[in-house]
T-cell receptor, first 113, second 113 residues
């Protein structure tokens, strides 16, 4: 099974709060990704990283930010949560070799009230 | 970037029948063609993949076929079972451009008892 973990699994938070979604992998993968997904719907890439100190924005514009200070961790932060941020957030990682399998975490279901 | 289209968006089949999902891509440099399965409440997981030097690959009840000339590849599931009910995503990979791992919009496969 994949060694990639996301916490928390579920989060309900009030509007205006700052939140950080955690993602950790123990496989030593250089590439990591964040996707936003409404239940059963399309996966929208919002951020990705090629390695430490590398972060790129994805296809879907997002008010969130990410950091990659360590290979294992790729946290996503929302400075001020809004109801429009309510969604599922999925983290993934893959080896740096091109054309290889991606491993996904279980996701964080975020609800902003 | 890669333009990915997946059809159909929803597929309902009787248990025991076969299911076929098609993925069309735009980048002729694509060289890796995976299929992911996402069950309810979980992250996507790779179920089968194929590389550009191979036309077909089979793993028990699932198979993937590739037509590089026409730029499409398909997922075939035979003798469908209730546990095959899920959302399936393709993610053709070319390794160029943003390298952000783009997924198709997904196919809801429903297995009718």
């Amino acid at each position: 099974e994949a060694d990639i973990y996301q916490t928390p699994r579920y989060l309900v938070i009030g509007t205006g709060k700052k939140i950080t979604l955690e993602c950790s992998q123990t496989m030593g993968h250089d590439k990591m990704y964040w996707y936003q997904q409404d239940p059963g719907m399309e996966l929208h890439l919002i951020h990705y990283s090629y390695g430490v100190n590398s972060t790129e924005k994805g296809d879907l514009s997002s008010e969130s930010t990410v950091s990659r200070i360590r290979t294992e961790h790729f946290p996503l932060t929302l400075e001020s949560a809004r109801p429009s941020h309510t969604s599922q957030y999925l983290c993934a990682s893959s080896p740096s070799r091109e054309g290889t399998k991606a491993f996904f975490g279980q996701g964080t279901r975020l609800t902003v009230v | 970037g890669e333009n990915v289209e997946q059809h159909p968006s929803t597929l309902s089949v009787q248990e025991g029948d076969s299911a076929v999902i098609k993925c069309t891509y735009s980048d002729s440099a694509s060289n890796y063609f995976p299929w992911y399965k996402q069950e309810l409440g979980k992250g996507p997981q790779l179920i089968i993949d194929i590389r550009s030097n191979v036309g077909e690959k089979k793993d028990q009840r699932i198979a993937v076929t590739l037509n590089k000339t026409a730029k499409h590849f398909s997922l075939h599931i035979t003798e469908t079972q209730p546990e095959d009910s899920a959302v399936y995503f393709c993610a053709p990979f070319s390794g160029g451009g943003a390298d952000g791992l783009t997924f198709g919009k997904g196919t809801h496969l429903i297995i009718q008892p």
